[in-house]
């Protein structure tokens, strides 16, 4: 299949502020996408998140395509999951008799279909066998208004989902309505009113650990500075006995978690743990983006870099939003963590080595038309970016849960 288009999500926010989904989009340098192209991106998405193994491997999270109405019918439907799969249909597509008729089997079926640009005085109860999301245009102007015509939708047993909403004043106003909200960019800027003040008691830990690692310290060193907290200890060992490092016996001391993980390993972990402990108000998105961003960047750059430089591409990616989660600048947070040089040049100026690799993964999140021309540069194909994006996202599933 021809691939010319790129995947670029864009998260779900529900009003706690968790991710339940996302939205892929396909974008082609600003060009409009045709139909038979959004076919394509059904059946690409379906071939790499759902997994004749393991089953969906974004487990809770709901995912809202764009459609048509010419694709309604394709068969790629079939092989996603109709409770996580949500289309998304311009309004004016229902007045088509054959439309409502194929979107009514596709509800039945029990796949989802939000409606985008409708007008308001449309929202009846009859919408519902078509509808299960309703996207709101929300200008956070007439807050009134909107609840009433939010009140009209609860009736109609539809998701109402906010968007776009750019500023955290709508958010709360969507929130305090119930509704949810596609964030964009929203959630790389910070809270106004609950700033987060540096580095707590954990982190310090984790860092000092990192510092450690990366001066190859011995195992005694890096296990008495473990012990002084008991929480990160059980961390370790529940993450060393989790399937995925497969030791084949109950591991109970931190001596043989660290030799049987090995220290790069150990280091990635750390990373993970270190955004993880952070305290700031918008972590679970924040979190689970800089996850995604670690390991896009990652499976990016292994394209050309040698494996040897895996831990370091997803370093950079990870620590790209670290700032953000410990509230403060970056250079300040580059001072307390001692990084590769080549790490901190992408941090700094997504320079360097794996300073470009930092920059596509962070153009696949913020729907830019950067991604083709950085993907280009590069030489990695369409193609190869979207199965890193995907494989990136179903992994951070996996670590975030």
């Known amino acids: 299949m021809h ?9 779900l926010l529900d009003p706690a502020q968790r991710v339940i989904g996302y939205e892929l989009l396909w974008q082609q340098g600003g060009q409009a ?35 048509v109405p010419a694709m309604l019918s394709t068969d790629a439907l079939f092989s996603l999951p109709p409770e996580r799969t949500v289309l ?18 596709l509800r039945a079926g029990g796949v989802g279909i939000s409606i985008r640009g409708l007008d308001v005085k449309h929202l009846t109860p009859a919408l519902a066998p078509y509808a299960s999301h309703v996207e709101m245009r929300f200008s956070g102007i007439d807050v009134a208004a909107q609840a009433r015509s939010y009140a009209a939708a609860k009736q109609a047993a539809l998701r109402m989902v906010g968007r776009p909403v750019t ?6 106003a969507c929130a305090a309505l119930g509704l949810d909200a596609f964030v964009g960019k929203l959630h790389l ?8 003040k540096g580095l707590n008691p954990t982190q310090t830990i ?18 008495s500075v473990l012990k002084r907290d008991p929480a990160l200890t059980y961390k370790l060992l529940r993450n060393i006995n989790s399937a995925g490092f497969g030791a084949g016996r109950e591991v109970q001391s931190i001596r043989q978690a660290i030799s ?5 390993p150990l280091y990635r972990w750390l990373t993970l743990l270190l955004a993880s402990a952070s305290a700031s108000g918008y972590s679970p998105v924040l979190m689970e983006t800089a996850v995604v961003r670690g390991r896009l960047t990652e499976l990016l750059g292994l394209h050309a870099l040698p494996k040897g430089e895996g831990e370091n591409l997803f370093v950079a990616g990870m620590f790209s939003l670290l700032d953000r989660l410990l509230g403060l600048p970056m250079k300040e947070v580059l001072e307390t963590i001692p990084l590769p040089p080549e790490v901190v040049r992408a941090l700094m100026s997504r320079e360097g080595m794996y300073g470009p690799y930092l920059a596509l ?22 193609l190869e970016v979207n199965k890193a994006h995907l494989s990136a996202l179903a992994w951070a599933q996996a670590v975030t849960q």
Not at 189 to 194: K, L, Y
Not at 206 to 223: C, F, H, R, S
């Open 167 to 172: 500023n955290w004043i709508d958010y709360d």
């Open 88 to 105: 998304s249909l311009q309004a004016r597509y229902l007045m088509d008799p054959s439309t409502r008729a194929a979107v009514q089997g």
């Open 206 to 223: 984790i860092l000092q650990l990192m510092q450690m690692v990366q001066n190859n310290d011995d195992i005694p060193k890096l296990e």
């Open 260 to 264: 049987l993980m090995g220290y790069a």
């Open 33 to 67: 996408v045709q139909d038979a192209e959004l076919e394509q991106l059904v059946a690409f998405v379906a071939e790499h998140v759902n997994d004749d193994e393991h089953g969906w491997l974004l487990r809770d999270k709901q995912l809202f395509l764009d459609a």
């Open 361 to 382: 993964a962070e153009a696949c999140e913020l729907s830019s038309n950067l991604v083709g021309a950085l993907a280009g540069s590069l030489d990695i194909s369409p």
């Open 189 to 196: 800027t910070p809270r106004p009113g609950n700033p987060v």
């Open 3 to 11: 691939h010319t288009n790129y995947i670029v999500r864009e998260p």
